[in-house]
């Protein structure tokens, strides 16, 4: 019996954790994958962690976990957000220059990948950040926060005809800007509300609403086998 892969996914926040631990962990484990989320760390002398500071600092976490495991079954992914990316980033300068949000992620994948120089690292950005995920379906997000109905209909009429990785990275139109503009306690629910929304939402509907997302689990999926 061939060993499973081993699936470590770098995130940069405690909702994006949680995401990963209830909805892709199961998912991955049918094709024999066993996914284990791990948050970057910010501060290693104090052991804090969670949120892209620099890119340094997320390069030295990633590679102290690549070699801390060098079996031929581990490989090593990410979850980020494209917004606020740190312009020391790879490919940065390059793809600034892009107006398509899916060519420019793609750039910094790419120089991010030829970077680490490694074939078991499959980068992933984010189009824009995680909070891209819950304009699949806001209904969800109404389902666990009183009274916002309102909110999120006003919600909705703002990105009416807007794909959710459409949805840009600016500093008030970002998609998890929106959210608090309409739904300030937002920011204080977002790990016990946001990760269980996106969850709730399901992968056939991400999938299909959210391309770059859809090709980053295709490229995880191959990585395993056959689910029966």
């Known amino acids: 019996m061939s060993a499973w892969t081993r699936l470590y996914i770098t995130v940069e926040g405690h909702a994006e954790r949680k995401f990963a631990d209830d909805l892709l962990r199961p998912y991955f484990a049918a094709f024999e994958i066993d996914l284990r989320s791990c948050l970057v760390i910010t501060n290693r002398k104090l052991g804090k962690r969670g949120g892209v500071l620099s890119f340094p600092q997320f390069a030295g976490d990633l590679a102290r976990r690549m070699r801390e495991d060098r079996q031929p079954e581990a490989r090593f992914t990410t979850m980020i957000d494209l917004y606020a990316l740190p ?27 030829q970077q680490v120089a490694d074939p078991r690292f499959i980068p992933h950005i984010q189009l824009h950040e995680f909070e ?97």
Do not use: M
Not at 91 to 97: C, H, M, N, P, V
Not at 163 to 171: C, L, S
Not at 181 to 195: C, F, Q, S, T, W
């Open 87 to 113: 312009a020391e980033f790879p490919g940065w300068s390059e793809a600034r220059k892009l107006n398509a949000p899916e060519a420019r992620v793609g750039v910094l994948e790419a120089a991010w990948q």
């Open 132 to 228: 891209a995920l819950l304009f699949c379906d806001l209904s969800q997000l109404r389902a666990r926060i009183a009274d916002s109905d309102r909110a999120i209909a006003t919600l909705q009429a703002e990105v009416a005809g807007l794909a959710p990785e459409r949805i840009d990275e600016g500093k008030t139109t970002a998609p998890s800007q929106r959210i608090i503009r309409h739904i300030p306690n937002y920011e204080d629910l977002k790990v016990r509300v946001g990760a269980p929304a996106a969850a709730a939402i399901g992968l056939p509907t991400l999938r299909a609403r959210c391309p770059h997302f859809a090709g980053w689990l295709r490229k995880l999926e191959a990585l395993g086998t056959t689910p029966h």
